[in-house]
């Protein structure tokens, strides 16, 4: 009922953490569905991740900027947040009280989404466990790989993309 890709960002989302994965996830299926059809629920949810990333590193003013870009889309389609096993009313409220929480420069705390699907909220709990991870459980402060993840992940295969698209474009300029 929901795709699989979603279900991992919930894990994620909820289990160990792991904004800067959620973004990865949900961005790789978002560009893979076909543009007619994208919904831009998607970005919302990638966006909240992010905010949420930067909140915790206490990069405020990429919080909040993110934030409320993600709030623009979830108030824009509450159907479509209710399709996806939330409820949007208690989503718009949470993401209103966090937006001024950011504002107010405070410290980052997790925060669970408010999943109304008894069958999706299952399925992600059980797929926590099969990770390792308890369902709710707070963030790990202290973990540096959550904290910077953007600094520490292996780059390798974005950086030798970059290259080839660097090298196709001087190649191209000669001819």
Same mark, same amino acid.
């Given at each position: 009922m929901y795709p699989e890709e979603y279900i991992m960002f919930l894990?994620?989302?909820?289990?160990?953490? =792991? +904004?800067?994965?959620?973004?990865?996830?949900?961005? =790789? +299926?978002?560009?893979?569905? /076909? #543009? /007619?059809v994208r919904s831009s629920i998607w970005v919302g949810l990638i966006q909240l991740a992010?905010?949420? +990333?930067? %909140?915790?590193?206490?990069?405020?003013?990429g919080a909040v900027k993110l934030l409320s870009s993600a709030i623009e889309i979830?108030? #824009?389609?509450?159907?479509?947040? %209710?399709?996806?096993?939330? =409820? /949007?009313?208690?989503?718009? #409220? %949470?993401?209103? =009280?966090?937006?001024?929480?950011?504002?107010?420069?405070?410290? +980052?705390? #997790?925060?669970n989404l408010p999943i109304t699907d008894p069958d999706l909220l299952a399925a992600c709990q059980q797929r926590c466990t099969e990770q390792g991870f308890t369902f709710g459980q707070p963030s790990e402060l202290t973990n540096a790989y959550l904290l910077d993840k953007h600094k520490l992940r292996d780059r390798s295969e974005v950086i030798a993309e970059r290259n080839r698209s660097l090298l196709a474009k001087r190649k191209a300029k000669e001819l």
């Open positions: 894990v994620h989302f909820h289990g160990d953490r =792991d +904004y800067f994965e959620c973004h990865e996830i949900l961005e =790789d +299926y978002w560009k893979r569905t /076909p #543009s /007619p992010v905010a949420l +990333y930067h %909140q915790r590193r206490q990069n405020f003013a979830v108030n #824009s389609d509450p159907a479509g947040i %209710q399709k996806l096993g939330l =409820d /949007p009313h208690a989503l718009q #409220s %949470q993401l209103k =009280d966090r937006l001024a929480d950011m504002h107010q420069q405070k410290p +980052y705390t #997790s925060m």
